[in-house]
């Protein structure tokens, strides 16, 4: 029975570890060469504040949920508490892959109406990243 206890114990301490399979430079690097180009911080701050009209009506633009300040919480239309989008305030964001192409499925389709691009998502990340 013990011997049973530490083999769930350690299971469970490896299991925060598993989810953390990439970082944002090797996102960035892999949309990078997915989209041909160079990512361009400038551009994923453009994105990032614009209004755009492909979406839905009530989410224009990615600030709808999560704020001018990407370095501060934001808050979705259900009322929940968003975590900080820069690294620099949420050290585990963009450091699982899988969540990141779910929020991005997710999110470009809301305020888009579209996936977002290869391009777009190395942008984006980019400029989260030099926050």
């Not at 585990?92 to 888009?112: H, I, M, Y």
Request: glycine share 10%; with cysteine; proline share 6%.
């Amino acid at each position: 029975m013990k011997s049973l206890f530490f083999a769930v114990a350690l299971l469970a301490l490896a299991l925060p570890a598993a989810a953390q399979d990439t970082s944002p430079a090797a996102l960035i690097a892999r949309y990078e060469a997915a989209a041909g180009a160079k990512a361009d911080a400038g551009a994923g701050r453009d994105l990032f504040l614009a209004n755009h009209t492909g979406g839905k009506p009530d989410t224009p633009s990615c600030t709808t949920c999560h704020g001018t300040d990407p370095q501060k919480a934001g808050q979705a239309r259900t009322g929940k508490a968003i975590e900080p989008l820069a690294p620099s305030a949420t050290p585990g964001r963009f450091t699982d892959a899988a969540k990141v192409e779910k929020w991005f499925g997710r999110n470009c389709g809301s305020v888009l109406g579209r996936a977002c691009t290869d391009a777009e998502k190395a942008n984006l990340i980019a400029w989260l990243s030099s926050l």
